[in-house]
């Protein structure tokens, strides 16, 4: 096992340092004029100058690189130039805000795509198999955005039901401040005006964003469990009189999870990817809508800031999810 | 009572995209309390899916067409779900060919014995585990201890075999349906796992169906026998006069077969010809083109189960030519 | 009773068109891929008689008739300028369609011819093009996408090499997978011995071997490229306005969402079902390929 955790630890600092080398390449090595990019339109010829030297643009590209492993350890991404604060600011700043939405679709996402899963498989070939099929499908073909408007359309225009934007009402202050979830900050303090104002603006979105997520769950645990269940060990249970709640869940599904999991760790990059779109739609003020507001304004650090950092997170989910594999699976252990 | 199990006319078919093929055809045999019953055949001749049925572990393609399967009186086939289930490993148990398969892979051994006594009996789980031990050493499993913490892939063929036995006779149920269990295993294993059954079968009077081609073990084990081809019964007897008094061709020609009764320099006799294609059945008797003693009614007419003549009041078979002739097998 | 139960001679004519042409009685058989194909034939005839369907000019403005809600004259109503939403959505069929396919193919082309020769030559090169697919696939597809497309210049066709870029990997790793088989068989060693060369090898019997899997996940992608170029396009990287692309009109009709509801949405359904009917066959054809599905 410790083998395995050295051997994955060793591809991950080797995709690291790709991710690096790409977010490198794509700042100052491919675009045109790397330091008017990272000072933009309107910046005056002195500026331009100042970052050309602080690129090291005439020095030769390894050097460069390392100056910027360097910034990028030390967390330094430029500064923005659409709100002149140092991009690592501004994400920090509006991480909490993702990160709470990014949770809350993955919960949805899980809570109502296992069920369904094991409800197709057991129900195989049957009306709801077709149905949740259909579903799935229908799942990871909808535009997130379409999803997203649909939705506001539905519950706030015609029925009136749910908020359209923001993560809480102006007028009930926010939670304060301990983990920056307003879920979990207004839980702690025991402040149900703002968690349940909060929850209130949560839903819609996470809904939209858990949609596709849900999709593919729903779609993985029923293709896991139909192989399950199929096998043999899974008939010798039955011959003993296992049966009903207890074969599908310890000694079915715990099997059948182990590729689910893989598929959803996958899945955690679309995820990330829509969390982009939702939050625009929404107006929800996290790092998607930061850097989608960069892009209208050609903010070039922060739009890379953002990609590097989402990547990091990213690449982390992944190996979390790898080792929890290689954990859940006792032969491979030994 | 002491009449434990009666299979009566049971008929079973499978659908696949192409066709239906009957499997079993009007299949008749009995197993009373405490008795060692081998069932014998060659592959595709309907001894697992005559076991499969009666507990209810057909796939779902398969319709039972006809026939009842008693169990202590209850006919299984008309039997609610739950009920069936609630028989399932407490009453009857069941043993599988495979055993590499059979066992849980991410579940430890003493897990998956314990999980399955609490099934059958209320105790703790503190209790279960304990007995879970217990019963891997009444199959004869050294450590057992050690052995409950493992999980299948560390476990041997044999092993893996033995405690598949002492999941079904965790009970221990009243009957015993063993699907070929040792045929996947090793020669030098084989005849130690058949005693551990027959032993384990004796001491707590459970009646055992044993499946297998094998006549040797057969005529070690059974007190009883029943030999099918192409899905239906074809002789059924004591193994005493089964073997030593075979009726029907098919028997006898599985006889001539064994290896151990043939003259050395002789060649082996085989039978010659192949099993019928279930999808075309013949409307005589399904032995009849491969059968020696064929006669003209053996290819129109199906022969009945009767009891063969002379003294026995157990020996049945169904043949036009059953009846004794001068060469005594 | 149970003899006359099966009669071999008295194939139905079902099992008889079964046994015909089993490709075709499996697809009839599962109404989704079905309907799937009906949404790709409809997507087809919109986009290429788009000029026939509609009377309207997609570019034409008409600022007295603009954010006309749907009616008669206007099935889909007007946009911001007057322009006829409907006949906009046709014409963006062309250019969705056209650009799903492009990416795909190109990205599929690319992606197994370099999977072939890198699985087959194995060797250093081989681990160096895999690790450099691996950081590729680091990245989750929208980011980088976005990335990439940022640091082009945001218009379509930056777009369309950045989703490609995107796509690449896992066809590399597809034919790769080919490759590494094919490799150890017995006739393609034999080949080798006998003196012919790679690319023939590589040409006739690892590429054709892959086209399977291939040709799936190439449906697939399609479906998914499409959504991709109008995300971009919705973001203000791909598509640019007045382009009738739906992701472009979607990024300017999305604010008008609640006061002129039939702007964003139409543009955004026709993605939906444009994308769910490559997905819907992509699907199907899945399930006839896949040998596991043939148990009854």
């Given at each position: 096992m410790r083998q395995i955790i050295v051997k994955r630890l060793a591809m991950l600092v080797l995709v690291l340092f790709g991710v690096t080398l790409t977010t490198f390449l794509l700042t100052h090595?491919?675009?045109?004029?790397p330091a008017r990019m990272m000072v933009g339109?309107?910046?005056s010829e002195e500026t331009l100058q100042e970052v050309r030297r602080q690129l090291g643009l005439d020095q030769p590209v390894w050097v460069q690189y390392f100056a910027y492993m360097g910034g990028l350890v030390k967390g330094d991404?430029?500064?923005?130039?659409?709100?002149?604060?140092p991009v690592i600011d501004d994400l920090v700043k509006f991480f909490p805000a993702t990160l709470e939405l990014a949770l809350a679709a993955f919960f949805i996402a899980l809570v109502i795509g296992i069920p369904l899963g094991i409800l197709a498989a057991v129900k195989k070939d049957t009306g709801w198999d077709h149905t949740s099929r259909f579903f799935s499908i229908a799942g990871i073909s909808t535009p997130v955005f379409w999803s997203g408007l649909v939705g506001i359309l539905v519950?706030?225009?015609?029925?009136?039901?749910?908020?359209?934007?923001?993560?809480?009402?102006?007028?009930v202050p926010p939670p304060?401040?301990?983990?920056?979830l307003y879920l979990l900050d207004s839980l702690l303090t025991g402040n149900w005006t703002a968690f349940a104002n909060s929850l209130w603006h949560l839903i819609l979105p996470a809904c939209t964003l858990a949609f596709a997520q849900l999709a593919t769950v729903t779609r993985q645990v029923r293709a896991s469990m139909l192989e399950v269940l199929s096998q043999d060990y899974i008939r010798t249970a039955l011959a003993n009189g296992i049966h009903g709640p207890v074969l599908l869940f310890r000694y079915a599904l715990r099997n059948a999870l182990i590729p689910t999991i893989t598929v959803v760790g996958l899945s955690f990059g679309s995820l990330l990817g829509g969390a982009v779109v939702t939050e625009t739609i929404f107006s929800w003020p996290g790092m998607g809508k930061y850097v989608v507001d960069s892009i209208a304004f050609l903010d070039f650090p922060a739009i890379m800031g953002f990609t590097f950092l989402i990547s990091l997170g990213y690449v982390l989910i992944n190996l979390i999810v790898d080792l929890t594999y290689y954990a859940l699976d006792p032969q491979i252990k030994e | 009572m002491n009449m434990l199990l009666e299979i009566k006319n049971l008929s079973v078919s499978f659908s696949s995209m192409q066709e239906k093929i009957?499997?079993?055809?009007?299949v008749s045999f009995s197993i009373q309390k405490g008795e060692i019953v081998g069932i014998v055949g060659e592959s595709g001749s309907g001894k697992s899916v005559t076991a499969l049925s009666i507990l209810g572990?057909?796939?779902?393609?398969?319709?039972?067409?006809s026939g009842s399967i008693f169990y202590k009186g209850t006919d299984l086939i008309t039997l609610e779900r739950k009920a069936l289930q609630s028989l399932r490993g407490k009453e009857i148990g069941m043993v599988f060919?495979?055993?590499?398969?059979?066992?849980?892979?991410?579940?430890r051994i003493g897990a998956q014995l314990a999980e399955v006594i609490r099934r059958h009996r209320r105790v703790s789980w503190r209790e279960a585990r304990r007995l879970a031990v217990e019963s891997l050493a009444e199959v004869h499993i050294r450590d057992p201890e050690l052995v409950a913490r493992?999980?299948?892939?560390?476990?041997?063929g044999g092993m893996r075999q033995r405690v598949v036995i002492a999941l079904a006779m965790s009970s221990p149920p009243e009957l015993l349906i063993a699907d070929?269990?040792?045929?996947?295993?090793d020669v030098t294993i084989q005849h130690e796992i058949l005693k551990l059954m027959q032993e384990l079968a004796i001491r707590r009077g459970t009646a055992v169906m044993l499946i297998t081609h094998d006549l040797g073990v057969v005529s070690q084990v059974c007190r009883r026998v029943v030999v099918m081809y192409a899905g239906e019964v074809v002789e059924t007897g004591t193994t005493d006069e089964v073997l030593?008094?075979?009726?029907?061709p098919y028997t006898r020609a599985l006889i001539g077969a064994l290896p151990d009764l043939a003259e050395p320099g002789q060649p082996l006799m085989a039978i010659p010809g192949d099993p019928p294609d279930l999808r075309r059945r013949p409307p005589?008797?399904?032995f009849a083109p491969r059968c020696?003693?064929?006669?003209?009614?053996c290819f129109e007419d199906h022969p009945l189960l009767e009891l063969a003549a002379?003294?026995?009041?157990?020996h049945y078979v169904s043949c036009w030519g059953g009846k004794p002739d001068e060469t005594t097998a | 009773m149970s003899s006359t139960t099966t009669n071999p001679n008295n194939l139905s004519t079902v099992a008889a068109a079964r046994m015909a042409n089993p490709f075709w009685h499996r697809i009839r058989r599962n109404p989704l891929t079905l309907f799937g194909l009906f949404l790709l034939l409809l997507i087809v005839l919109m986009s290429v008689f788009a000029p026939w369907i509609s009377p309207?000019?997609?570019t034409k403005i008409d600022i007295a008739g603009r954010?006309?809600?749907?009616?008669?004259?206007?099935w889909f109503g007007t946009d911001e300028v007057g322009r006829d939403i409907f006949t906009r959505i046709l014409y963006g069929a062309r250019l969705s369609l056209g650009v799903g396919v492009a990416v795909v193919v190109c990205a599929g082309l690319i992606g197994t011819v370099i999977g072939a020769i890198s699985g087959y030559f194995g060797g250093k090169p081989d681990q160096v093009i895999m690790r450099l697919m691996d950081i590729v696939l680091a990245f989750p597809a929208l980011v980088l996408a976005m990335a990439i497309a940022a640091t082009l210049g945001p218009n379509l066709q930056n777009a369309m090499i950045a989703i490609a870029i995107i796509k690449i990997p896992v066809y590399v790793r597809l034919a790769r997978a080919e490759a590494l088989a094919l490799r150890e068989k017995l006739y393609v060693k034999a080949a080798v011995t006998f003196g012919i060369k790679p690319w023939r090898i590589i040409a006739r019997h690892i590429v054709p071997n892959a086209i399977s899997p291939v040709i799936i996940q190439v449906t697939l992608d399609i479906g998914d490229a499409i959504l991709l170029v109008a995300t971009l396009g919705f973001l203000g990287l791909g598509a640019q306005p007045p382009t009738p692309e739906w992701g472009a009109m979607i990024s300017i009709g999305w604010k008008h969402l609640l006061d002129y509801w039939w702007y964003p949405t139409f543009p955004g359904l026709a993605l939906f079902l444009a994308s769910c009917g490559f997905n819907l066959v992509g699907d199907g054809i899945r399930d006839i390929l896949d040998p596991r599905e043939n148990r009854a």
């Open positions: 090595v491919i675009p045109g004029d339109q309107r910046a991404f430029g500064n923005s130039i659409r709100t002149q604060q519950f706030y225009k015609i029925l009136g039901l749910l908020p359209s934007s923001g993560r809480i009402d102006l007028t304060d401040t301990i983990t920056g | 009957l499997a079993l055809r009007n572990l057909l796939e779902k393609n398969a319709t039972i067409e060919q495979e055993p590499m398969t059979a066992l849980h892979p991410t579940m493992k999980y299948p892939f560390e476990l041997s070929e269990p040792t045929t996947a295993l030593r008094h075979p009726r029907h005589g008797c399904a020696s003693r064929a006669l003209p009614v002379g003294e026995s009041f157990t | 309207y000019d997609p954010f006309a809600p749907p009616s008669a004259e206007h």
